[in-house]
Each structure stands twice: as C-alpha cells, then as structure tokens.
C-alpha cells in the first residue's frame, strides 16, 4: 500500500491549503476531515458546537479519523485530532504525520475569526492556552515537524517532500 501523509497543527498554520498542494506535487489525492465531518453531520464545525459543545465535536471528530483508511492520500486533520489517541493510532499506519508548527505570532495574524471558526477548544480557553496545551500534543505525534515560520508556501511543501 502507497503511503498517506497525514497533516497536523493548529488552526491557521495551513494544513488544507498546503494539503492540496503537496497532493499535486506527490501525485496524490487530498482529503479534510474537518470536511468529512460537515459533510457527514450536514453542518458546520461551529453549528455543531454551538448546538453541542467542543467534547462532541472531539467525539465526532474521533470517528471520522478512525473512519479514514485511505492509501496515496494527503489527509490535513483538524487542529484537535490529537486529542484522540485511537485516531492518531490509527493515522499513523497510513503514513508519516508532519506538523506545521507556527508560532503564536503568526498564528495570531492569520487567524480573525478566533471566536467563531468551530474550534474544539474549552469555552473559556485562550488561543494561547490552547496552543500551549496542543503543541505537546504535536510534537508527541509528529513523525516531522516543520517550522513554517519565514517560509512560503512552495518552499514548506518542498521541505515536507525533501524530508519524507
């Protein structure tokens, strides 16, 4: 089986954006499971949270990862995959997992929409709470971690290639 590369990090360092291109440049398909699951759920990250809260999101989320099994793929995961242990378990045997690290300065000039883009966050939790608490996350996960910090988009994607 052809290996996946499988996207991590927070919201904002650009897993689906940099997913598609890495897809064209590695002759392979891309897939979002943030994506996957407003299409299954018929409704977007923030419509679930505001009508549940962020654990069910992260309960949805589980499932879709754990539903992904898919060979010759770029999968850009949502920012709190690694939050479920079975689910990055389960990644991992498709394939290497690469985490965009951005630092909080730029994550913070990318990111306006802090308030209501469906993060799966604590209702009262800073962005940079919750960027302390999933960067451990990251890098516990992380086959390759990549600092995107200064770099453009063709140069991380080249990066990514060059070290896989």
Do not use: W
């Not at 809260?53 to 989320?61: K, P, W």
């Not at 378990?89 to 990111?111: K, Y």
Request: with cysteine.
């Amino acid at each position: 089986m052809s290996k996946s590369i499988v996207l991590i990090g927070m919201p904002g360092a650009g897993k689906s954006t940099l997913g598609v291109l890495l897809a064209k440049e590695t002759a392979r398909d891309f897939v979002d499971t943030d994506v996957l699951i407003q299409v299954r759920e018929g409704k977007t990250l923030q419509e679930i949270l505001n009508e549940t809260d962020y654990l069910n999101l992260r309960q949805i989320e589980e499932q879709a990862l754990l539903s992904v099994d898919l060979s010759q793929h770029v999968i850009a995961t949502g920012g709190s995959a690694v939050y479920s242990e079975r689910g990055m378990q389960h990644l991992a045997q498709l394939g290497p997992i690469v985490f965009l690290d951005c630092s909080l300065a730029e994550l913070r000039r990318r990111i306006q929409n802090y308030e209501t883009r469906g993060i799966a966050r604590r209702p009262e939790q800073s962005f940079e709470a919750l960027f302390d608490e999933r960067n451990a996350l990251y890098c516990r996960y992380a086959n390759l971690v990549i600092h995107c910090d200064g770099l453009s988009q063709q140069e991380i994607v080249d990066q990514i290639v060059g070290q896989l």
